[in-house]
């Protein structure tokens, strides 16, 4: 059965695969760019101190390059929503050792996908997407009126001032 995926006219991704890194490497540097404009994503790729962020950094460029060319996006509105990091194959390489032996060295990789939204699309709804100055819980009434605002955990005193 071939499974069809809906095409969304506002998503554009950039596929790196058997990228010569550990999964789990890789993973560190995407946690931190998940859901952050494209331009705060360059310059926090670039000040990082990992290995694994200069491949990553080149995922997102070519995404923007993607979003840019073929749909005419502009780089300003691009969000990276989704972005993920799967294992790939390991290359296996022997290594000498003494008495004749041999030792199994295994290079892991990795494929990374970047995927990037423009959210132009949804300037009629910052309310999903901004929380209010005010903080606290999400309430929902009996009228199924959704109040969406974010609990700020600094101002409220919450966390750092137990002694």
Request: aromatic share 10%.
């Amino acid at each position: 059965m071939i499974k069809r995926r809906k095409k969304n006219l506002d998503e554009v991704y950039a596929l790196g695969q058997h990228i010569r890194m550990s999964a789990h490497k890789a993973r560190r540097v995407i946690d931190q760019i998940r859901g952050r404009s494209y331009e705060e994503t360059l310059m926090i790729l670039e000040l990082m101190p990992y290995r694994a962020c200069y491949p990553i950094f080149k995922l997102v460029y070519s995404a923007a390059a993607n979003a840019s060319h073929n749909k005419g996006f502009n780089e300003a509105n691009l969000v990276i929503s989704k972005a993920q990091v799967n294992e790939g194959t390991a290359a296996k390489r022997l290594k000498p050792r003494a008495r004749g032996r041999s030792y199994l060295i295994k290079r892991p990789t990795c494929h990374i996908t970047i995927v990037l939204k423009d959210i132009s699309f949804y300037e009629g709804y910052e309310e999903f997407f901004m929380c209010s100055k005010k903080p606290g819980l999400i309430n929902i009434n009996k009228n199924k009126n959704t109040n969406l605002t974010c609990h700020d955990t600094y101002s409220s005193g919450g966390l750092w001032d137990k002694k």
